[in-house]
């Protein structure tokens, strides 16, 4: 095994909430990310995010956030703060807080097994990365499949019935 295998055990994992909508609610999901952009920027072990967009016709938008390790991602998940970004609103027609707008979600979990940083510096010789004939090493990422319902860290899509999607 590599180095660069050997430490992927304490390298960054990655969370993906997998949110459908409905036809006409993309945008409704886009403006209630940003209304919360940066709400989890300062929790411990947190790296970063993206709301992805379909552009192929699909109603499925993904979040892909970076956590330093599960420890730190489980540690937000079980925080106030989770919990106030994904409480399910009140039936139609009482006011206070926003309808769902998630149809349904599924929550992926990816460790990360290679890359390249996009500017040509890659592990390996030549360009390479490290195994035999430029294939990394060590276990892919493998997705743990609907592991609960665990929403991105602007925390605003909730799914059917007030249920949160995350």
Request: hydrophobic residues 35%; contains cysteine; charged residues 20%.
């Amino acid at each position: 095994m590599s180095a660069s295998c050997a430490s992927i055990e304490g390298m960054t994992v990655i969370k993906i909430n997998a949110i459908t909508v409905s036809e006409d609610s993309g945008d409704e999901l886009a403006r209630r990310f940003a209304a919360r952009a940066g709400a989890v920027d300062g929790q411990d072990g947190f790296e970063g995010f993206e709301l992805l967009q379909p552009t192929d016709g699909r109603t499925t938008w993904l979040v892909v956030t970076r956590w330093r390790d599960d420890a730190a991602y489980q540690a937000w998940a079980d925080s106030p703060a989770f919990g106030h970004g994904h409480r399910a609103g009140p039936p139609a027609g009482e006011g206070g807080a926003q309808r769902p707008v998630g149809i349904s979600s599924e929550l992926w979990s990816f460790a990360v097994a290679g890359g390249s940083s996009g500017a040509g510096q890659a592990d390996g010789p030549a360009g390479q990365a490290d195994g035999p004939a430029g294939q990394a090493e060590g276990p892919a990422g493998q997705a743990e499949g609907p592991a609960g319902q665990a929403e991105g860290p602007a925390g605003q899509a909730d799914g059917p019935a007030g249920q949160p999607t995350g």
